[in-house]
Nanobody
Framework: QLQVVESGGGLVQPGGSLRLSCVAS?????????IAWFRQAPGKEREGVSC?????RYADSVRGRFSILRDTAKNTVYLEMDNLKPEDSAVYYC???????????????????WGQGTQVAVSS
């Protein structure tokens, strides 16, 4: 069964940058899967941040500041986060689903495989 593991979280000052990594294992190729990043802040619903399949998608709140990248050779998807704001603080989760077409979804219900999350804190 596919597994995904996140890393790269930490504490950063407002305006700073972080790169999160999602490493997938127990799969033949990352090309067969849609990968998404979600986040959940205390007391809030888990929300989709970005996803990658044949196309990319970003939530309005992060567009222009975050970039999603895929390295198929390393079975890894990265989330590059720039100009971080305090409201970006959350636990960030990587999710995966077998790909059916080139589109990708930011709906939590569309993903079967989830990592344990990595904490991101943006504070001065």
């Amino acid at each position: 069964q596919l597994q995904v593991v996140e890393s790269g979280g930490g504490l950063v000052q407002p305006g700073g940058s972080l790169r999160l990594s999602c490493v997938a294992s127990r799969l033949s190729s990352l090309d067969y899967y849609t990968i998404a990043w979600f986040r959940q802040a205390p007391g809030k619903e888990r929300e989709g941040v970005s996803c990658i399949s044949g196309f990319l998608r970003y939530a309005d709140s992060v567009r222009g500041r975050f970039s999603i990248l895929r390295d198929t050779a390393k079975n890894t998807v990265y989330l590059e986060m720039d100009n971080l704001k305090p409201e970006d603080s959350a636990v960030y989760y990587c999710a995966a689903e077998r790909r059916s077409d080139s589109s990708c979804s930011l709906r939590r219900m569309d993903y079967s495989y989830w990592g344990q999350g990595t904490q991101v804190a943006v504070s001065s």
